[in-house]
Every structure is written in C-alpha cells, then in structure tokens.
C-alpha cells in the first residue's frame, strides 16, 4: 500500500458529462501529481500541484482541470468527455515540489461510452 | 524533449529464465533513471534507481547499470519468479529540469510455472 488513495476505482460515463477524479496524497507529502495511462499513449503527465499551488503543466487538454486543496488532497475535473478520454488515471504524490521518487495510488479507471 | 524507449511486450518466460528489458533515453542534460514496476490492480512502485553514469541499481533480485555512452538502463534478472509477473516502465528525471519523471510506454512481464 502506497498510502496515496484515489476515487472511485472504476467510472463509467457518457460523451459530453463531466466528471471528477479525487486523490489523497502520503501522510505528509505536498506535492501531488496526475497522470493519464492509456494504450496508445502509455504514461503521460499531466499536471502537478505543490502546497496547493500549481508548480508543472504537461500535456493537459483545455477540457480538464485540476486543484489541490488545503488539506492537500486533489480533484482532476474532466470536462466534455469523448471516448477518447477513457483510460486509467493515476495519483501520485512526494514530499517536495522535486523529489525524484513518487508514489501511485492505483488509480481510476475511466470509461466513457 | 526527453524521451524513454523501451522493448514492447509483452515478454514471456519461463519460471527461473533469465530477464532483460530493454531501455534507452533521450535526454538534453544529465538524467537520473529509473525502473518502476506496476502489478496487476495497483500502481506504479519505485523498483530501483541510478543517478549517475556506472552507478548499478539494485533491489529485490533486479539489476539495472545506467549506461552513458549507450543512454541505456536496461533492466535483468537472473531467475524469474512467477510473483515477477507485472508492467515495468523504465523512466528519467531530469535534475536541472522540472524533476517530473518521465515514463516509456512499459513492458508486460508473464512468468509461467
């Protein structure tokens, strides 16, 4: 067990809803990251939030969203959605904004038919 | 940009064959590289890393030498365990960059009794 927690474990959608991904981080650590994992795309970064700023932007679409609360944990809005969207989503987390070592939760699984 | 190219999978052996995954890098400065391993239904997990040119990684019987003159990390195993069995994805974080590690597309390892 990692200690970083994401829910739901499984969505399932329809093209155009909107939906919410949620991730609570190690006791302790600060920064927190999604990731998208796809077939053909495999591991892709898609943001990271540090003490409840955002510190790095990878290869976001438009049509999503991210915050990290003050108590730390995170929310990935998925807005729009096409069937392209579906994949397996995955938190991260580490203590500092550059730490080299992360942490996965086991992700959510996101279907849109 | 950095970039990560591993051996596609998925790779089967034999319990007690012997393991190598391929990996090599693309990266404008001096990365740190990675190996983690993700099982069926859980995330990813940190297996092993290198920082520097010749270090050798090492943990639960894997191995992997961060080779410069190659940019290559490839993963071994002596003996394979049918418990093996999981994705591994090879990965670089730059340390005069953002830190964020990023990930090849992973290798599916299936050790059979």
């Known amino acids: 067990d990692s200690g970083v927690t994401q829910t739901p474990k499984h969505l399932i959608t329809a093209t155009g809803q909107r939906v919410t991904l949620r991730c609570s981080p190690r006791?302790?650590?600060?920064?927190v990251y999604w990731y998208q994992q796809s077939l053909d795309q495999g591991l892709q970064f898609l943001i990271q939030?540090?003490?409840?700023?955002?510190?790095a932007k990878g290869n976001i679409l438009e049509r999503f969203s991210a915050q990290q609360f003050p108590d730390l944990h995170s929310e990935l809005n998925l807005s729009s959605l096409e069937l392209g969207d579906s994949a397996l989503y995955f938190c991260?987390?580490?203590?500092?904004?550059?730490?080299?070592?992360?942490?996965f939760g086991s992700g959510t699984q996101l279907s849109v038919l | 940009g950095d970039s990560v190219t591993q051996m596609e999978g998925p790779v089967t052996l034999s319990e007690e064959a012997f393991l190598t995954i391929n990996c090599t890098y693309t990266?404008?400065?001096?990365?740190?590289l990675f190996w983690y391993v993700q099982y069926p239904g859980e995330g990813l997990q940190l297996l092993l890393k290198a920082t520097k040119a010749d270090d050798k990684g090492s943990n639960k019987g894997f191995e992997a030498t961060y080779r410069k003159e190659t940019t290559s990390f490839h993963l071994e195993k002596g003996s394979v365990q049918v418990s093996d069995s999981a994705v591994y994805f090879c990965?670089?974080?730059?340390?005069?960059?953002?830190?964020?590690?990023?990930f090849g597309r992973g290798t599916s390892l299936i050790v059979h009794p």
């Open positions: 990266a404008t400065g001096y990365p740190s």
């Open positions: 006791s302790g650590d600060l920064s």
């Open positions: 991260a987390s580490s203590v500092g904004p550059r730490d080299e070592k992360l942490f």
């Open positions: 990965a670089l974080s730059e340390s005069g960059g953002s830190y964020i590690p990023t």
């Open positions: 939030y540090y003490n409840g700023e955002e510190r």
